[in-house]
């Protein structure tokens, strides 16, 4: 293996690293926010205060980031599989 092309695997090593960091750190985030309004909602409900108004937020704000992170998620797996069936 020559010198340019083992540079161009560690690049390309690195960069499928940071790729797959960037989606685990999608989802951890997503969780953390499903906890975070968990929380929001339980607190409103012990304050006796609107409680539809943070459902309301929550479940488009989590859908809405579900999805994305999903498509992400789909299109990062499906473009792996990808380049591996086009090294062999």
């Given amino acids: 293996m020559s010198e340019p092309q083992r540079g161009e695997h560690w690049y390309r090593r690195g960069i499928r690293t ?4 960037s989606i685990v750190l999608m989802w951890v985030f997503l969780g953390g926010a499903i906890i975070w309004m968990v929380n929001l909602v339980g607190a409103a409900r012990a304050q006796g205060d609107a ?6 937020i929550s479940l488009v704000a989590v859908q809405v980031y579900a999805l994305v992170a999903s ?3 789909y299109v990062f797996f499906g ?9 062999e």
């Fill in 51 to 56: 409680i539809t108004l943070s459902v309301g």
């Fill in 79 to 87: 473009l792996q599989r990808g380049r591996r069936g086009a090294e």
């Fill in 18 to 21: 940071l790729q797959f960091l």
């Fill in 71 to 73: 498509v992400l998620t």
